[in-house]
Nanobody, 125 residues
Framework: VQLQASGGGLVQAGGSLRLSCAASGGTFSRQTVGWFRQAPGKEREFVAAIFRSGGNTYLAEAVKGRFTVSRDNGKNTVYLIMNSLRPDDTAVYYC???????????????????WGQGTQVTVSS
């Protein structure tokens, strides 16, 4: 599976963006997909994940109530919908996939074997 993230951009605080993670090759419906972000000078951190079935989603505490993650297996795409954006959401956002992840490791970046190239999100105050 190859991944390509898109949809980033510059938005004012309080605004919204929808990121897309499009997959090609492989069997996308069997992949659990995670979103991570990395701000300048900081470590990469978990944002959200959605299991291959699409029924179970997980969000970091920092984004609960503001972000949602969903997938359309027919379009081989996972979405990260970001509302009420804040300046501290500014980062490069990456999507990643794994066909063999377990729940206890879903927030760990090392659990994902395939990564997209990242898309920049900048939130101005």
């Amino acid at each position: 599976v190859q991944l390509q993230a898109s949809g980033g951009g510059l938005v004012q605080a309080g605004g919204s963006l929808r990121l897309s993670c499009a997959a090609s090759g492989g069997t996308f419906s069997r992949q659990t997909v995670g979103w991570f972000r990395q701000a300048p000078g900081k470590e990469r951190e978990f944002v959200a994940a959605i299991f291959r079935s699409g029924g179970n989603t997980y969000l970091a505490e920092a984004v609960k109530g503001r972000f949602t993650v969903s997938r359309d297996n027919g379009k081989n795409t996972v979405y990260l919908i970001m509302n009420s954006l804040r300046p501290d959401d500014t980062a490069v956002y990456y999507c990643a996939a794994s066909s063999s992840i377990i729940l206890s490791s879903i927030r760990m970046s090392r659990s994902y074997g395939t990564w997209g190239q990242g898309t920049q999100v900048t939130v101005s105050s």
